[in-house]
Every structure is written in C-alpha cells, then in structure tokens.
C-alpha cells in the first residue's frame, strides 16, 4: 500500500496517518477537523515520513542488508508494533533465509503488554539463537510422509 506516498489513514475522530494500521502515536500528523488534509499530506512529518526517510533510520540486520535501500525494513506498522520503533522487521524471509546459513534462527520474546487502548502496541525483543538440527529432520519428516501415514485413506471427501 505505501504508506504516505500513496495512501493515509484517517481514525474515526479525524487523526491523520500515512496508514490505517500504524499506531496512533507517534504516527498522527494532523486532524482534519483543524486542518486541511492537503496541507496534513505536505507539511506534517509523521505523515510523510516514507518520502524522507533514509537507510539512516534502521538498525539491527535490516540495517546491514543487501535490500536495504528498497525495502526500508518493510511494512512500518509490523516493525514498530513489534520492536517499539520501525527500521527492523523480523518478519522477513529473506531475513531468515540468510540468518539459517549462518545456523541461527530469531526468536521474539514479550517484553511489554500493550496498554489495551485503540491503536496501541506491546513491545518485544528479538533474541538469536542456533538453528536446532532437529528442525531440518522435521521438515523432512514432514516433507515425505511415512508409508504408514500415507496409506491412511482421506478423512475428507
Ligand atoms: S525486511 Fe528483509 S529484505 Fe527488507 S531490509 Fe529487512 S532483512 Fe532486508
């Protein structure tokens, strides 16, 4: 969708955000009740912040990724609902692909509950940790049933 280059979102009682998913805060730019959304669109920070932003803004492996410069850590609201601050996305497959060559994999672990309110978000961390063996043996477990199992007949018609 691209958020703030080619669409907004606007909350119920007229906030502005350059998404309807994105947290309220810190995304809200303006309230089309006081101003007009044209002026919301070109002169508020928080709207716009996909036409200005730079590689400056992220960090962790995004930051140090071939695609850095085109994917801007992906979706804004997915980052920064999980993480508490856009610029990494561990939501990522390329990601997990290049972190399995390495024999790591990522874990998310609950840092904060959220509030409860409209629009808000908990926080977690991203933890690494070896990619166990056992997962490439389930996957292949998985992948070529046993004989046993597949002579079961369909549970469906
Ligand atoms: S979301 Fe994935 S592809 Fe995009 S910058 Fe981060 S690691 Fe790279």
Request: net charge negative.
């Given at each position: 969708m691209r958020a703030g280059q080619y669409v907004i979102g606007i909350e119920s009682d007229g906030k502005v955000k350059g998404c309807p998913s994105l947290p309220t805060e810190p995304y809200v730019g303006g309230n089309v009740r006081d101003q007009a959304v044209r002026e919301i669109w070109e002169t508020s920070p928080e709207v716009r912040f996909t036409r200005d932003r730079?590689?400056?803004e992220l960090w962790g492996f995004c930051k140090t990724c071939y695609y850095a410069e085109t994917?801007?850590?992906?979706c804004s609201w997915t980052a920064h609902c999980t993480?508490?601050?856009?610029?990494?996305?561990?939501?990522c497959y390329h990601r997990a692909k290049q972190l399995e060559k390495q024999g790591i994999r990522e874990r998310l672990q609950k840092k904060e509950e959220a509030p409860q309110q409209p629009y808000d978000f908990g926080r977690y961390e991203i933890l690494e940790e070896p990619l166990p063996v056992a997962t490439s043996d389930a996957a292949a477990a998985t992948a070529a049933p046993s004989a046993e199992n597949s002579a079961r007949p369909d549970p469906l018609p």
């Amino acid at each position: 969708m691209r958020a703030g280059q080619y669409v907004i979102g606007i909350e119920s009682d007229g906030k502005v955000k350059g998404c309807p998913s994105l947290p309220t805060e810190p995304y809200v730019g303006g309230n089309v009740r006081d101003q007009a959304v044209r002026e919301i669109w070109e002169t508020s920070p928080e709207v716009r912040f996909t036409r200005d932003r730079t590689t400056d803004e992220l960090w962790g492996f995004c930051k140090t990724c071939y695609y850095a410069e085109t994917c801007m850590a992906g979706c804004s609201w997915t980052a920064h609902c999980t993480l508490g601050r856009r610029g990494n996305n561990p939501f990522c497959y390329h990601r997990a692909k290049q972190l399995e060559k390495q024999g790591i994999r990522e874990r998310l672990q609950k840092k904060e509950e959220a509030p409860q309110q409209p629009y808000d978000f908990g926080r977690y961390e991203i933890l690494e940790e070896p990619l166990p063996v056992a997962t490439s043996d389930a996957a292949a477990a998985t992948a070529a049933p046993s004989a046993e199992n597949s002579a079961r007949p369909d549970p469906l018609p």
